[in-house]
């Protein structure tokens, strides 16, 4: 029973680790705002470490016996100190244990790294204890302390079970021939193979937000209630809704259900106020006035779609849920709710599975020509009507798939491209300068000094695009302008095929998950598949070409 209930503890432990979130080593763009998800550092915290005490607690009253087989003296306590001292690692691996004997006895392949105490003494000692535990020594590397030349740092790469990992951890940590001693994982080292979401519902731990202004989201937080804020005013003092306590209660209100929502839920509707839906009819109808002399033809497209359907009308905010539907129809997107900003990487990998993790709140009354963070209005209005265009849609999965297990670096590129085009980009079309970036299109006021002569204005070129600063706070002083719509795809999915992530990956339609191609059978039944598209559309082909067709 209480192996069970801690295996689910395990896993939910995992979920958060396997989450991209800036808690978990994937720092998202910092982007110059002040205290970045302090929220998500609090729960997720909160969260892991009642999972580790446990872990920790039951690591202590094991029946496991740590016997001090290296040195007679164990080592001393340090006041306060935590018991076990075990290491997330450890714990993670001591769970694993507890899954069951096959688990216990699964070998494990670990990197350990030492700081031995007297040299190659303490080395021999180590190396003996690793055999007593019928361990193999795959790897061993020495090198001096770089604080204290007497003492030695080792790395040994081991090959043993997961118990006597366990036991042989214990033994060395209690060792007073060793100062540290610090298990890596070495799954957790290998660039070969991090995690990352392989199915839609993966996307319920990759929903973490960068706060800066969400001061009320967490009020149950005492590191987070009122006066701290007003003790930090810098924290969110620009914001335009700062003041304003209704404005504040309704944004938890809503933000509230995205924390609830769960993967196949359907989006829960809200009834916006009067007040809200004012302000979503006058940014709609300015942007209906804009819109036939500044955006690109493929948004003013599937924007009328969206007037013959009554999803866009003035007086009337659409629903995520409607808005979703629409887009299945037309490419298989599909929404799903998001308290606010999220971080780069868990916004971008939801994209590989044509979602869009979508805000459900309205901008602040006061300021309805721009808002500093995404809510509803630029969601609906920016980015749905390109989500509709067939081959935006795709462009748009293929940066997702990209983003999948990337590097910080990549994704730091990744998301300032993106930034630069689907969030502000221009294109020309007959040598007219028209936006098509959603920033600007749900913003009348940023839409208007972009096409000014205020801006500088660049040609859009990915590699140079990827390492322009920019901030979120106010109107952009450089946009990059297109040759065309379909020439910005083209060139950022070139650039995007170009980089280094060491593996390939593919969406597969018919199960929804992400697939890693690593394998020849892999590949072959794929090419087994495409081959029978391949055939049919050559036949449809061959049909229409024949006399009988006419
Ligand atoms: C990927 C890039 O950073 C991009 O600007 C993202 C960031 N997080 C987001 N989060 C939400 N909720 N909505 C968005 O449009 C974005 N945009
Ligand atoms: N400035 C946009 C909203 C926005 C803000 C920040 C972002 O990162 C993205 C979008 C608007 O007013 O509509
Ligand atoms: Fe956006």
């Not at 395990?10 to 110059?32: C, D, Q, V």
């Not at 190659?120 to 000692?125: C, F, H, K, Q, Y």
């Not at 109808?285 to 493929?298: F, I, Q």
Request: with cysteine; net charge negative; glycine share 4%.
């Amino acid at each position: 029973m209480a192996a069970v209930a801690a295996a689910q503890k395990n896993r939910e432990m995992f979920a958060i680790k396997k989450s991209y979130s800036i808690e978990n080593g994937y720092p998202a763009r910092r982007r110059s705002l002040v205290d970045d998800a302090r929220f998500e550092t609090l729960v997720v915290k909160q969260t892991k470490q009642s999972v580790l005490d446990e872990a920790r607690l039951r690591a202590n009253d094991s029946s496991v016996d740590p016997e001090i087989d290296i040195e007679d003296k164990p080592a001393q306590k340090i006041d306060g100190e935590d018991d076990s001292g075990l290491t997330e690692e450890e714990v993670v691996l001591s769970n694993a244990i507890a899954e069951g004997p096959d688990a216990e006895k699964a070998l494990q392949r670990a990197a350990l790294i030492l700081r031995l105490r007297e040299g190659m003494n303490s080395l021999s000692r180590v190396l003996k204890s690793i055999e007593k535990h019928q361990g193999a020594v795959c790897h061993l590397e020495t090198r001096p302390n770089q604080s204290d030349n007497n003492q030695l740092d080792a790395l040994v790469k081991v090959e043993m079970t997961r118990v006597s990992l366990l036991q042989l951890i214990k033994s060395l940590r209690q060792s007073s021939s060793l100062e540290h001693c610090t298990l890596i994982g070495e799954d957790n080292i290998s660039a070969k193979n991090p995690w990352f979401p392989r199915h839609a519902s993966d996307l319920d731990n990759c929903n973490h937000l960068m706060t800066k202004y969400e001061p009320d989201l967490d009020m149950n937080h005492p590191g987070f209630a009122d006066k701290e804020y007003r003790a930090r005013p810098d924290l969110d003092m620009n914001h335009p809704g700062f003041a304003d306590k209704e404005y504040r209660a309704r944004r938890k209100e809503i933000a509230e259900i995205a924390f609830a929502y769960k993967y196949g839920d359907p989006i829960p509707y809200i009834q916006y106020t009067e007040t809200e839906t004012k302000t979503w009819g006058s940014v709609f109808n300015t942007v209906l006035e804009l819109m036939p002399k500044h955006a690109c033809s493929e948004y003013c497209r599937v924007f009328k779609m969206l007037q013959e359907e009554d999803i866009f009308t003035p007086d009337r905010i659409p629903q995520l849920e409607e808005m979703s539907n629409f887009l299945k129809r037309h490419t298989g997107f599909s929404l799903r709710p998001a308290a606010g900003l999220l971080t780069a990487r868990d916004f971008l990998a939801s994209l590989a599975f044509r979602i869009f993790q979508s805000t459900q709140y309205v901008r602040h009354k006061n300021t309805p020509y721009h808002t500093p963070e995404p809510d509803c209005i630029h969601e609906l209005l920016g980015h749905m009507p390109l989500l509709a265009d067939p081959s935006f849609a795709q462009f748009s999965q293929e940066i997702g798939l990209a983003s999948l297990g990337a590097s910080d670096a990549e994704i730091e590129k990744l998301s300032t491209v993106y930034w630069f085009t689907v969030e502000f980009g221009l294109c020309k079309e007959s040598g007219v300068v028209k936006a098509y970036g959603a920033g600007l299109l749900s913003a009348y006021g940023e839409l208007l000094h972009a096409l000014s002569d205020k801006p500088e204005l660049r040609p859009f070129e990915p590699a140079v695009t990827a390492v322009q600063p920019y901030q979120d706070q106010e109107y952009q002083p450089i946009y990059f302008v297109a040759e065309s719509f379909d020439d910005m795809k083209d060139k950022f999915r070139r650039w995007v095929s170009a980089m280094s992530r060491p593996f390939e990956v593919r969406f597969n339609p018919h199960t929804g998950r992400v697939e890693v191609l690593d394998s020849v059978e892999k590949l072959e039944t794929l090419v087994h598949q495409l081959n029978t598209e391949v055939l049919h559309l050559s036949n449809a082909i061959n049909k229409m070409k024949a006399p009988s067709y006419q």
